[in-house]
């Protein structure tokens, strides 16, 4: 059980830190580019994990959750990092993170029970997230509270796909860990490629060098984090592994309070903390 945790903090530190890295480039690259990069890499490294391992395609049921992970990541992902461009990071990632609740919802489905724990850890994400979501500032004008509440509902859509990523990892990996990495990242390219001829978003200033290595890296590191989840989930249960994995934005509050030197008003910083705290307590 050890093991399982240390793999499942792995991932969330690696998470956090990719968010931090994706999101802040996300202000100045154009959002499906950042995406197109991110699920690109993936692909391109599980290609060969997948033809090295040797393992049969998955069951129908793995192989689907897989697939469907892949597109709930996607979405996950491009709210995310479009609140995190455009809001306080500080805020925005424990709001995300309050998604974990949906494995513990489908725990109760299932016949699981509710812990008063875990009840005590829903309020707590709820008065958190309604907290953050406030800005106590009378100086800030009207656009800027709008854009800060808009974030908000950005990252509580993402917790809401973050969270079913979590249910659907959980069944993809009884397929094996390298088709979950390589049918999710079919799932998402896939998703980026559709998007983006459906939508032809004006023609934007092509990203630098730098910016398209940066976001590469960030892409090599969203893919690790997910691997070393797929390897928590094989050998843990569904609700250990995910309050530590879903513990990322500890990674990127911290990077945007040292990077940034982002400030939170004290309620704001209350709603953060109490988001935290409910993460960690509804899969206690």
Not at 1 to 19: E, H, N, Q, R, Y
Not at 147 to 176: E, K, N
Not at 180 to 187: F, I, Q
Request: charged fraction near 10%.
């Amino acid at each position: 059980m050890f093991d399982t945790v240390l793999l499942a903090l792995a991932a969330s530190l690696c998470w956090g830190t990719a968010d931090f890295t994706a999101g802040l480039k996300a202000r100045t690259v154009p959002l499906p580019t950042v995406l197109a990069l991110a699920q690109g890499v993936g692909l391109a490294l599980a290609i060969p994990l997948v033809a090295l391992g040797g393992r049969p395609f998955p069951p129908a049921g793995p192989a689907l959750a897989s697939l469907g992970a892949g597109v709930a990541v996607l979405v996950g992902l491009a709210c995310f990092y479009r609140a995190l461009a455009s809001g306080t990071m500080s805020v925005v990632a424990p709001v995300a993170a309050t998604g974990v609740a949906i494995p513990v919802i489908a725990g109760l489905a299932s016949g699981n029970r509710l812990a008063a724990l875990q009840l005590l850890g829903m309020l707590a994400a709820v008065l958190g997230v309604v907290l953050s979501a406030r800005h106590p500032d009378p100086a800030r004008t009207a656009a800027g509270r709008r854009l800060h509440r808009d974030s908000i509902g950005l990252a509580v859509v993402a917790a809401v796909a973050f969270g079913c990523y979590f249910l659907l990892a959980h069944i993809g990996t009884r397929g094996g860990v390298a088709w979950l990495l390589l049918l999710s990242n079919v799932a998402g390219v896939l998703g980026v490629v559709a998007v983006g001829a459906l939508r032809r978003a004006p023609r934007a200033a092509r990203p630098g060098a730098g910016d398209l290595w940066i976001l590469a890296l960030a892409g090599l590191i969203e893919f690790a984090a997910t691997g070393l989840y797929g390897l928590a989930n094989r050998h843990g249960q569904l609700s250990v592994v995910a309050v530590a994995g879903s513990l990322y934005p500890v990674a990127t509050v911290l990077l945007a309070r040292a990077v940034l030197h982002e400030r939170l008003a004290r309620s704001q910083a209350v709603g953060v903390s109490l988001a935290l705290v409910g993460v960690a307590l509804i899969s206690a």
